[in-house]
Structure formats: structure tokens, C-alpha cells
């Protein structure tokens, strides 16, 4: 992954082995076999979800982002990553959402999809990326040029319409990918959609255990981030649901991303001195066949299979 050649997108000081002032110890790892295979697998569901997407057109619009979620969990599983999910129950088809989370990772977006499965906003070469760009058409990204600045009113009017038919937009306003132990600053530009569609605010945390593997950022390519994902021993994926913002509480977009931000930033437990908050009606599940202990939620073992629930990057 090339530095953005425009001085006004954001970057990281960050490596997938370190962070530039959090550095972290190294991961376990997994033999070449074991790497082998699930990058065999992993690259298998993929291609299998792509050819047989076309069959999905006729199903209605549920159907289909129920066949996502089951696919998504799928290619995660395959390439050995453990899915977990804790805190506000997903809010109903229908309901305007915009879903804002924190970047790590490209595995950021067919893990939020295996849960909260939406329009997505990416930048445009993730349309040519052999593993992702399939994941990210298939899922309906709207897809944007982060060079041009004069794409950007045309890209929050999408989503505002996408909201204002009742649909689900996937974002990530850090703008780039972080290494997990530092974030970035939420950019205002995707949250004037949501003032303008009327929608929720769905602030989501993402964790990954170990951490170096997943952390995608850098002059990282994808190759070698699928290699050392595939041979991470015990990997796991943690969503966590903060409960949702309603967008008709804050005056402007800024105060708005402010607020996301911080609820994102909260539900963080890698954060000292911010515990993570349970909600009313918290629900978790481990796709990790092993049981994690909490003095907040009750937490249910599953299957990633059996389990329910870019903006730039």
C-alpha cells in the first residue's frame, strides 16, 4: 500500500509490526502449511462468492445481504480468523444507519459486512485488488477518488440519498488505515449525509488479537498482509456495537464526527482509564468455538457460519 501522493489525505506513522508510539510485541505465528492452506481456502471462498453472486440479482434485497454476511463469515473463517461480537444489538433493516469504525485493516470491511452488511465507501483502487475489489463490488461500494477534492460533494449526496431510502453506508473517517494501537482524527465530510438523510449514527470498535498481523498500513502490500493474516495463529476479530447516535442531536457535521468518535474511541479497552460501557440490551457471540470471559456481557459460542447478528481508506 503506496503513501497517498496528495499532501491533504492523512497517514499513519505506523507499521504493521509497530506504531510509531505504541510499538507492541510480535505475533505468533503459524507454520507455512497451515498459511498455505487457508490462503488457498481464503482465496477459494472468495472466487466461489464472485461466480455465483450473478444469482443473486433476482433475490430481494434481504436475501441478498443475508447471503453476504454468510459469505463474509465464510472467508474469514477460511483464512483462520476468529469472529467476535459484543455490545448493542444491530439496529433493524430499514432504519437509516450510517456505520462509522475505526481502520485497521482491509479485513476491516468483510468483517463489518459479516455483521452489519451495507453500502461501503472505499477508495477507488480497491475495485482492482484481486481479493478485496471482488468483496467490495459484490457488496455495492460506492467507490471515490481520493485525489480529486470535487468528487467529494458528489459522493456525500450518494450516500444521503443511499440513507434517505432506509439503507445501511459503511464508512471509515479516519480517512487511512492505523495500526490499531494509535487512530486517526474522524473526518467531518461523510457525517453531512447523515444530517441531511436524518439517519443514525452506528459507532463501531474494531479490535485485533493479535494486532500485528491484521494492521494493514504503511508501504504494506497486499500480498504480504494476506501471508501474514493466513499464517497468524489464533487471530481474533472484535467488533464491538456501541449503542447509536441520533444525528438530530448535534448542530454540524464536525460536532456530529467528534461525538463518533469518541464513542468509538471509548469502547476501546486497548484505551487506559476508559472501561468499555455495556448497553441495555448487549448481546455477544464468538465465532472462536471458546469462551470469553466478561464482567459485562453473557457471551453465547458459535460457529462463524451459525453465528447472526470506503469511505477513503
Request: glycine share 8%; hydrophobic share 45%.
Amino acid at each position: 500500500m503506496s503513501t497517498p501522493p496528495s499532501f491533504w489525505l492523512p497517514t499513519a506513522p505506523c507499521t504493521p509490526d509497530r506504531c510509531e508510539a505504541h510499538p507492541g510485541p510480535a505475533a505468533p505465528r503459524a507454520g507455512a502449511v497451515t498459511g498455505a492452506v487457508r490462503l488457498t481456502a481464503g482465496l477459494g471462498a472468495v472466487l466461489l462468492g464472485v461466480l455465483l453472486s450473478p444469482l443473486t440479482a433476482p433475490l430481494p434485497a434481504a436475501a441478498r445481504l443475508f447471503l453476504v454476511r454468510v459469505w463474509c463469515r465464510a472467508v474469514l473463517r477460511a483464512f483462520g480468523v476468529r469472529l467476535r461480537v459484543t455490545g448493542a444489538a444491530p439496529a433493524p433493516r430499514g432504519v437509516p444507519l450510517l456505520v462509522v469504525a475505526n481502520h485497521v485493516s482491509w479485513l476491516d470491511i468483510p468483517l463489518i459486512a459479516a455483521v452489519l452488511p451495507g453500502r461501503m465507501l472505499a477508495k477507488r483502487e480497491v475495485r482492482s485488488w484481486p481479493v478485496l475489489g471482488p468483496l467490495a463490488v459484490f457488496g455495492g461500494t460506492v467507490f471515490i477518488d481520493r485525489d480529486r477534492l470535487r468528487s467529494l460533494h458528489a459522493t456525500v449526496g450518494a450516500m444521503a440519498r443511499a440513507l434517505g431510502a432506509g439503507g445501511r453506508v459503511v464508512v471509515f473517517p479516519e480517512g487511512s488505515t492505523w495500526c490499531g494501537r494509535a487512530g486517526g482524527v474522524f473526518r467531518p465530510a461523510a457525517f453531512q449525509a447523515a444530517l441531511d438523510a436524518g439517519a443514525e449514527i452506528q459507532p463501531v470498535r474494531i479490535d485485533y488479537r493479535p494486532l500485528g498481523p491484521a494492521a494493514f498500513v504503511g508501504d504494506d502490500s497486499l500480498g504480504a498482509s494476506l501471508w501474514r493474516i493466513a499464517t497468524a495463529r489464533r487471530l481474533v476479530a472484535e467488533i464491538r456495537l456501541s449503542d447509536p447516535l441520533s444525528s438530530g442531536r448535534w448542530p454540524d457535521r464536525r460536532s456530529l464526527a467528534r461525538a463518533a468518535e469518541a464513542a468509538v474511541a471509548q469502547d476501546s479497552r486497548l484505551l487506559p482509564g476508559i472501561p468499555a460501557q455495556p448497553s441495555a440490551g448487549t448481546v455477544a457471540k464468538d465465532s472462536a468455538n471458546r469462551s470469553f470471559s466478561s464482567v459485562h456481557q453473557r457471551e453465547s459460542v458459535k460457529p462463524a457460519s451459525a453465528s447472526s447478528a470506503r469511505t477513503p481508506s
